[in-house]
């Protein structure tokens, strides 16, 4: 995973308390806060022709905690009907989308009757429930925090 924004400090934090509590129980479990999928969601196949022939049978999900995209390219496994699915070789160091605002949370997606992919984000401070996030952690928090955003920027590639 290729995320460009850190993890908010509780979410670090969190972390590391729950690790040490999976820790001192000796459970056989590892947390993560950053570098790991940990809020996947919307996970889309592109079957259109509105794009490169390469992204043809991709499939593209969001990852709301990460704030970014990432694509996968399926074949056809070699033995039996089950699908394989790898990075493409053009983003082996990189994510399809991965943004620096930390307040990017792609969540779900949709092909267009135009063929182009859509993605829904929710853009919001904060994607966790205040029940999931200990107390003295939210003391910074600004639940109900809104900031305007002042620019589409759209990937529409050429047919």
């Known amino acids: 995973m290729f995320q460009k924004t850190p993890p908010p400090y509780w979410r670090k934090e969190r972390t590391i308390r729950r690790q040490k509590q999976f820790d001192s129980l000796k459970l056989d479990r590892q947390e993560y806060a950053e570098k790991h999928f940990t809020g996947s969601s919307g996970g889309t196949f592109y079957l259109s022709d509105a794009f ?13 905690a990460g704030n970014l995209v990432h694509r996968d390219v399926l074949t056809p496994g070699k033995v039996n009907p089950a699908f394989v699915a790898k990075r493409s070789e053009k983003e082996m160091d990189r994510e399809f989308l991965a943004s620096t605002d930390p307040w990017t949370r792609p969540a779900n997606f949709v092909v267009g009757p ?4 859509y993605m829904i984000d929710i853009y919001r401070q904060h994607i966790e ?23 589409f920027t759209g990937y529409f590639p050429k047919r």
């Open 52 to 64: 490169p022939k390469d992204f043809y049978g991709s499939v593209f999900t969001g990852d709301v």
């Open 114 to 117: 135009d063929g182009f992919l």
């Open 129 to 151: 429930a205040p029940a999931s996030v200990p107390d003295d952690l939210k003391q910074k928090w600004i639940i109900h925090a809104v900031k305007i955003l002042e620019e």
